[in-house]
């Protein structure tokens, strides 16, 4: 081909992602260990282990959405940098199969290698590059005891090449002799300032204006749950962009996307069964002026009106069982006795029952208990 031939323009490379497009979640993935929201004890011993890079096997354990397996991809990414990372970190998820052929195969050859690194990166940096691999199991409370004994050997054998991370949920379903053989690090659910600040930072980011209560809501209805809190974020920003002109984003946008019963109709329903709805949420200026079910029609009468809207039964009494319990003007022996009725619903509809009946049975105990 000539010199002065004009060459074609290079075709996009086929994994480059528009940051545009990419959800938030994997957007604002944490990229070092400094970036992680919260758990400082786990954050200020890996951050040791950087500048020693003497890493043992590990055992992450804690809730969803608290930052386990961002964690650990951020370790490794500062141990061996963007051009080390594809051969010397395996991460494996529950979605794969990983039953004891598995183990023995795919798991054992890889540990057993040893693929040269370069300290220098492409991007210009240098990173540690431990003489070392690391093999992260995610969900690791989903592998099979069989899977699990066998992985106990190959930790064993390949001890000096390789290290481990096992990422799970339930620290109890991983067998003893694995655990014992792991540094165990409990994440907790992220606490309201470390979420609330986490938000705060991603709305700045993408040029939207949220308010302290479109944030406060948000924190309640993830439940600690950073990952939850932050794909709510962008369904809302979405929603308020998709209308002409743009509106704002209200707590009521959040509920409604998180599935959750809006403030108003539980309260309206805690009315009517004799709970007295002392302070009024944030996002509900007024507190529905409802009166108390005088007999059993009334009370039957509340819960068709809200089966009809078509709330979930389980989220209906989850956010009444939470209004009731906490509730500062109620007796303990009140609280009690709802709390009763309030299980046995939990139970009859984990087992199918109606969901109608046992609102209504939930209802009319609660309001015989206030009596």
């Not at 990372?85 to 054992?108: H, M, P, Q, W």
């Not at 809501?217 to 962008?234: A, C, E």
Request: glycine residues 4%.
């Amino acid at each position: 081909m000539s010199f002065f031939q004009p060459q074609a323009p290079k075709a996009p490379k086929k994994n480059a992602a528009n940051p545009e497009l990419q959800p938030w979640v994997e957007k604002y993935r944490p990229k070092t260990i400094d970036d992680i929201s919260a758990q400082e004890h786990t954050v200020a011993v890996l951050r040791r282990t950087l500048t020693s890079t003497n890493l043992p096997h590990m055992l992450f354990y804690g809730p969803p959405g608290s930052g386990k397996t961002s964690t650990i991809l951020a370790l490794s990414r500062q141990l061996f940098g963007p051009d080390n990372f594809r051969s010397r970190v395996l991460e494996l998820n529950a979605s794969d199969e990983r039953g004891i052929a598995i183990v023995r195969d795919k798991i054992k050859n890889f540990a057993r290698q040893t693929p040269r690194a370069q300290a220098v990166s492409s991007d210009g940096k240098t990173y540690p590059c431990p003489p070392y691999k690391i093999i992260i199991l995610d969900e690791a409370d989903s592998m099979t005891q069989d899977a699990q004994g066998a992985l106990r050997r190959i930790m064993e054998t390949y001890a000096r090449i390789t290290r481990f991370c096992l990422v799970c949920n339930y620290v109890t379903r991983i067998i003893e002799p694995l655990a014992s053989r792991c540094s165990k690090f409990r994440f907790k659910p992220l606490d309201s300032t470390s979420t609330s600040s986490r938000l705060s930072q991603i709305a700045l980011e993408e040029h939207i204006s949220v308010t302290d209560e479109v944030v406060s809501t948000l924190i309640n209805t993830s439940h600690g749950d950073l990952r939850r809190s932050i794909t709510y974020l962008q369904s809302a920003s979405r929603l308020a962009m998709s209308t002409n002109p743009p509106t704002e984003i209200t707590p009521s946008d959040i509920q409604e996307i998180a599935g959750v019963v809006p403030d108003t109709v539980i309260n309206d329903f805690a009315a009517t069964l004799g709970v007295e709805v002392l302070v009024p949420n944030a996002m509900d200026v007024d507190i529905p002026a409802t009166s108390r079910a005088k007999d059993f029609d009334g009370v039957k009468k509340k819960v068709k009106e809200i089966i009809r809207q078509g709330y979930s039964a389980t989220q209906i009494l989850s956010q009444l069982h939470d209004l009731v319990i906490e509730h500062p003007t109620l007796s303990a022996r009140q609280k009690s006795r709802c709390a009763l009725v309030f299980a046995e619903a939990d139970k009859a509809l984990c087992d199918g029952a109606d969901e109608e009946l046992w609102i209504l049975e939930v209802g009319l105990c609660v309001h015989k208990a206030l009596s």
